[in-house]
Antibody
Framework: EVQLLESGGGLVQPGGSLRLSCAASGFTFSSHAMSWVRQAPGKGLEWVSAIGGSAVSTYYTDSVKGRFTISRDNSKNTLHLQMDSLRAEDTALYYC???????????WGQGTMVTVSS | QSALTQPASVSGSPGQSITISCTGTSSDVGAYNYVSWYQQHPGKAPKLMIYDVSNRPSGVSNRFSGSKSGNTASLTISGLQAEDEADYYCSSYTSSGTRVFGTGTKVTVL
């Protein structure tokens, strides 16, 4: 069964850091680009970042550039999102998602909640 | 990277057809045939319903169809059913290699 399982969310103070992980199973992880998408409470979806299968290419939405770093460990089938200098507006449910190779996200995890508050 | 524009809400009676629009720019929706649509029920993860403007993943009902004209994409749900009540989001690849989602549309089955 194809599955994505996020972890690492929690409560952090403004200016703090958090590292999210996403464990993948049921497909050839290294063959697919992966993305992080977030959803603030009661709000819509916001694409955050993506990384190619070989990790050579990375992309970010403007609001997280310079603060967030996406990475992957293909030997462990794991995707990461290092989040630094966190702000209250980063509070959201963070989903990891698999790219179907034609720029659509066909498999999603259940999400991990990040709350930035003092 | 402004969000694509969708109507906040669309409603219809069971059996009817509804259409949700998704308006972008010549740098995203208008530039590529990489428009996708997602369905999200409350408390659940999004589900891919349409990719590449008009293609349905395996298992998605053929009551869902997609199209595009210029900078505007559309999702049509025909034969509306109670289970279709959910939030729907469009998404597009952009000229900067990123993705952008729409503002979201709440579909209500009357």
């Amino acid at each position: 069964e194809v599955q994505l399982l996020e972890s690492g969310g929690g409560l952090v103070q403004p200016g703090g850091s958090l590292r999210l992980s996403c464990a993948a199973s049921g497909f050839t992880f290294s063959s697919h680009a992966m993305s992080w998408v977030r959803q603030a409470p009661g709000k819509g979806l916001e694409w955050v970042s993506a990384i190619g299968g070989s990790a050579v290419s990375t992309y970010y939405t403007d609001s997280v550039k310079g603060r967030f770093t996406i990475s992957r460990d293909n030997s462990k089938n794991t995707l990461h999102l290092q989040m630094d200098s966190l702000r209250a507006e980063d509070t959201a449910l963070y989903y990891c998602a698999k790219d179907n190779d034609v720029e659509a996200l066909d498999i999603w995890g259940q999400g991990t909640m990040v709350t930035v508050s003092s | 990277q402004s969000a694509l524009t969708q109507p906040a809400s669309v409603s219809g009676s069971p059996g009817q057809s509804i259409t949700i629009s998704c308006t972008g720019t010549s740098s995203d929706v208008g530039a590529y045939n990489y428009v996708s649509w997602y369905q999200q029920h409350p408390g659940k993860a999004p589900k891919l319903m349409i990719y590449d403007v008009s293609n349905r993943p395996s298992g998605v009902s053929n009551r869902f169809s997609g199209s595009k004209s210029g900078n505007t994409a559309s999702l049509t749900i025909s034969g509306l059913q109670a289970e279709d009540e959910a939030d729907y989001y469009c998404s597009s690849y952009t000229s900067s290699g990123t993705r952008v989602f729409g503002t979201g549309t709440k579909v209500t089955v009357l």
